[in-house]
């Protein structure tokens, strides 16, 4: 899906070590999967994510020389991910509203019959129904990061992490009712 060398041998790599290079490519295979989390949770189609997620390792790549260790590498990469990502869907938003995808119209057709299947229709129809922060917010919390992890990633108080969580939880719960 994605070609972590054509990132990381563009033009924009001049200053950057072969050794920086392998760095950043163990770097990136490592944390892959945040970067697959943050491209399907803010696209629709597969040829979209693709692209989402071919912007983020660009954007990865570029800023990868300012990167200080001051933080660990994944909330650095959630936050560089998730600029991408939510920038690349206000955009593809605004152009894309009322057209679904074939994959939707797929998924409308599929018959969800187990009760299982059914709380997760219900979940994934919740978070797509959200704005991109808190998109970002239940996708972090869904993955196990802690408060001050979140908050670090969003730019937001930990306090405000718990708020909003909270909220989204009694959301998710009365559209249940």
Same mark, same amino acid.
């Given at each position: 899906?994605?070609?972590?060398?054509?990132?990381?041998?563009?033009?924009?790599?001049?200053?950057?070590?072969?050794?920086?290079?392998?760095?950043?490519?163990?770097? #990136?295979?490592?944390?892959?999967?945040? @970067?697959?989390? $943050?491209?399907?949770?803010?696209?629709? %189609?597969? *040829?979209? /994510?693709?692209?989402?997620?071919?912007?983020?390792?660009?954007?990865?790549?570029?800023?990868?020389?300012?990167?200080?260790?001051?933080?660990?590498?994944?909330?650095?990469?959630?936050?560089?991910?998730?600029?991408?990502?939510?920038?690349?869907?206000?955009?593809?938003?605004?152009?894309?509203?009322?057209? #679904?995808?074939?994959?939707?119209?797929? @998924?409308?057709? $599929?018959?969800?019959?187990?009760?299982? %299947?059914? *709380?997760? /229709?219900?979940?994934?129809?919740?978070?797509?129904?959200?704005?991109?922060?808190?998109?970002?917010?239940?996708?972090?919390?869904?993955?196990?990061?802690?408060?001050?992890?979140?908050?670090?990633?969003?730019?937001?108080?930990?306090?405000?992490?718990?708020?909003?969580?909270?909220?989204?939880?009694?959301? #998710?719960?009365?559209?249940?009712?």
């Amino acid at each position: 899906m994605i070609s972590h060398a054509t990132a990381a041998n563009n033009s924009l790599s001049v200053g950057i070590t072969s050794k920086q290079h392998e760095r950043f490519e163990a770097l #990136l295979d490592e944390h892959k999967k945040i @970067l697959y989390k $943050v491209a399907n949770l803010y696209s629709k %189609s597969r *040829e979209d /994510r693709e692209d989402v997620a071919q912007e983020i390792v660009a954007q990865l790549w570029r800023s990868f020389a300012s990167f200080d260790g001051r933080v660990q590498f994944s909330t650095w990469m959630y936050r560089i991910a998730l600029n991408v990502a939510i920038s690349n869907y206000r955009r593809e938003s605004a152009r894309k509203r009322y057209v #679904l995808s074939d994959e939707e119209q797929l @998924l409308k057709a $599929v018959d969800l019959s187990t009760e299982r %299947s059914e *709380e997760l /229709r219900v979940l994934y129809q919740f978070i797509d129904g959200l704005d991109p922060l808190n998109k970002a917010l239940v996708m972090l919390y869904l993955d196990g990061n802690s408060y001050a992890e979140t908050a670090q990633v969003l730019g937001i108080s930990e306090t405000n992490v718990a708020t909003k969580i909270s909220r989204l939880k009694q959301q #998710l719960k009365q559209g249940k009712k």
